[in-house]
């Protein structure tokens, strides 16, 4: 099976360039040669992520802030009081009711329908049918339920397998890189935005485009927030479903525990995987005041500071013993009540994923339906590939099958 490691538990993901288990005695904040300040500890990371002397740095904020001041700027690039009350309103499209609700049925019919295509096929690429669930859930609580055909086509065009390059003015492939990127905003407008805009211009509905529209935002700055929440609930939703399923298809004894678990065993158990295997490797925030890091460390104002979530993930200050193994025990001890393990795969402070415990839900919803399909086995292990600029994995060519 291509790609596929042999020891059981131990992380799949391998990243360029990415270093071992940090050592015990490892400092956990240092500054790099190229002046940017590296976080490799727990407590340390949630102080720098959890601070209001902070702002994003990375994912593109450099674009946003050559944007005309009275452009409405995603919620991924705003920080400060405007930032905490955006997140205040929309606080209630991810509470655990409106989870249990509203998109556990969505969940469910979705998955559903992913395993018929399955049974129906014989054999399926895993990665397609994660993502039709991520696309459907997150259309959900978007707003983006009156697409045309091709929603899925138009978001991998969107978010392809590898970078364009880099877009500008200067180059024929910064021309041909900014016209594909220009093309492909604008069908996801046309085909997406603009007719979920449409509808609830005529009637509003308890989505997020109806709160943005009441807000009075433009169809433009529509289109950003949605493009913001595609990336992170659709996405990296989809990988996260594959990497746990890869784990479960390869390790028979981890794979017996999920079977048997009840829904809050599984879920911990499913945490504790992306916690070895986080999407997004790295976060970066830039010091508005001086941060001081466990009265020990001093960042300037004006720094900026990587956080190396897959490390931090490794502290076993924090997350006991073997931290470089999936470990049931510790999911366990998560769901009986324990102090849940202060990992960061979902990122901490006021820019953590709101969506944290909807992509968990889903991803178990699909693999316990997937696991108790008889005769469902893995054919070939998925092909790994990584976006640089965002610091993530991606799966593809994940074969499965049911066999006879």
């Not at 979920?196 to 211009?201: D, L, S």
């Not at 924090?318 to 769901?335: S, Y």
Request: glycine fraction near 8%.
């Amino acid at each position: 099976m291509r790609g596929n490691r042999a020891v059981a538990g131990a992380r799949k993901i391998s990243r360029p360039g990415a270093r071992a288990e940090p050592a015990a005695d490892a400092c956990p904040v240092g500054r790099g040669p190229d002046g940017v300040w590296r976080v490799t500890g727990v407590q340390e990371a949630r102080a720098v992520l959890r601070s209001h002397d902070t702002v994003q740095a990375g994912l593109g904020v450099e674009t946003t802030e050559k944007l005309p001041s009275f452009y409405r700027r995603p919620v991924l690039y705003r920080d400060g009081p405007e930032h905490r009350e955006d997140r205040r309103q929309t606080a209630r499209f991810f509470t655990p009711r409106r989870v249990g609700e509203h998109y556990r049925p969505v969940m469910e019919r979705v998955a559903e329908a992913q395993l018929t295509r399955l049974r129906t096929a014989g054999e399926a690429d895993l990665t397609h049918l994660a993502f039709r669930l991520a696309i459907a859930v997150a259309a959900e609580v978007i707003g983006l339920t009156d697409s045309r055909p091709g929603i899925q086509r138009r978001l991998e065009a969107f978010f392809p397998d590898r970078p364009f390059g880099r877009a500008g003015f200067t180059s024929a492939e910064g021309l041909r890189t900014l016209a594909r990127q220009n093309r492909n905003w604008l069908r996801i407008y046309a085909g997406d935005v603009r007719p979920a805009v449409r509808a609830r211009r005529h009637r509003r509905r308890d989505d997020l485009i109806s709160h943005l529209l009441d807000e009075g935002c433009s169809a433009g700055e529509i289109l950003g927030e949605c493009i913001t929440f595609a990336a992170a609930g659709m996405v990296t939703t989809r990988e996260f479903v594959s990497v746990a399923a890869w784990h479960l298809f390869t390790d028979a004894d981890l794979l017996a525990v999920y079977r048997a678990a009840e829904e809050p065993e599984r879920l911990a158990l499913l945490r504790e995987i992306l916690r070895l295997e986080p999407v997004i490797a790295t976060l970066r925030r830039r010091a508005t005041a001086d941060l001081e890091l466990g009265g020990a460390v001093r960042i300037p104002a004006g720094a900026v500071v990587q956080i190396d979530i897959e490390a931090a993930n490794l502290d076993a200050r924090a997350v006991g013993p073997d931290p470089e193994r999936v470990r049931p025990a510790r999911a366990g001890q998560v769901a009986r009540g324990a102090d849940a393990p202060p990992v960061l795969s979902f990122g901490d402070g006021p820019h953590r994923c709101p969506g944290a415990d909807i992509a968990v839900l889903e991803t178990d919803v699909f693999l316990r339906r997937l696991f108790a399909e008889p005769g469902v086995r893995m054919r070939t292990a998925p092909r790994v590939s990584f976006q640089p600029a965002l610091g993530s994995y991606e799966l593809r060519e994940f074969h499965v099958e049911i066999a006879d």
